[in-house]
């Protein structure tokens, strides 16, 4: 990314099943929202994430000749309720920033070696890796450039990041389909399976997978608990 970027470029991010809906907070255009977030002295635009679910509950299979929003009309939040996951997601940033691993937050300059570093054996680091992740913190701008973080010294405190935009996007998703359980398998085989020489599972995100498949074995979300 930063061979195409410069440092007050705007770097926008979004998974395969997710939806900025910037009409609904109140831009027509991602060029308008990044716009708004300059005048404010922004550097990053936050968004919550609604989970979009079948009227009836059921993981239903995806019709691609109708509207995602139609197939899917309940907005709730699921992740936070069935898996207790975050439902923020980092929708924009500055180029010279860098988001943490699920695009939750926004990773400070203060704690961007050790986040983006490697672990010391037999440690889990902080970006959910396990003993031996590879050190990735050099190719990061924090490293590279680190005249750009002067403003963001270590007396502000070891959390600071920039100004965010006071207002937060929807950020709609469409995970609650047919074919999440055996995406929630595939990830559970490859997340808990064990990292190199330590005990512990490759990610911590292996938790989330086995809620799911443990949760929805009846194909459905219960929607009366939401």
């Known amino acids: 990314m930063e061979r195409v970027t410069a440092e007050r470029d705007w770097v926008t991010i979004a998974d395969a099943d997710e939806f900025h809906a910037y009409q609904e907070a109140g831009w027509r255009t991602i060029g308008e929202l990044t716009r708004a977030a300059e ?24 019709q691609p000749d109708r509207d995602l929003h139609a197939q899917f009309p309940l ?8 898996t207790k996951g ?3 997601k980092v929708v924009a940033f ?17 704690r961007a070696k050790e986040y983006f570093g490697a672990a010391p054996g037999g440690v889990r680091n902080v970006r959910g890796g396990s003993a ?12 590279r ?3 750009w973080f002067e403003d963001y010294s270590t007396e502000a405190g070891p959390t600071r990041v920039p100004a965010r ?16 359980l055996a995406s929630a398998a595939r ?5 808990g399976s064990v990292a190199e020489q330590s005990a512990l599972p490759r990610y911590a995100q292996y938790s989330e997978s086995a809620s799911i498949l443990e949760r929805l074995q009846d194909q459905r979300i219960p929607i009366e608990a939401l």
């Not at 907005?75 to 069935?82: A, E, M, N, Y």
């Not at 031996?132 to 490293?143: F, I, K, M």
């Not at 935009?165 to 999440?180: M, Q």
């Open 39 to 62: 005048q404010e002295g922004a550097e990053f635009v936050m968004g919550t994430l609604v989970d979009r679910v079948a009227a009836d509950g059921r993981l239903s299979k995806i």
């Open 75 to 82: 907005g709730c939040r699921v992740i936070q309720r069935l």
């Open 86 to 88: 975050s439902t923020n």
């Open 94 to 110: 500055t180029a010279r920033w860098r988001s943490n691993t699920g695009n939750h937050l926004l990773v400070s300059a203060q």
């Open 132 to 143: 031996g992740a590879e050190d990735l913190y050099g190719l990061t701008p924090y490293a």
């Open 145 to 147: 450039h680190p005249e």
């Open 165 to 180: 935009l006071s207002i937060t996007v929807p950020v709609h998703h469409f995970k609650w389909h047919a074919g999440v």
């Open 187 to 191: 990830r559970l085989e490859y997340y």
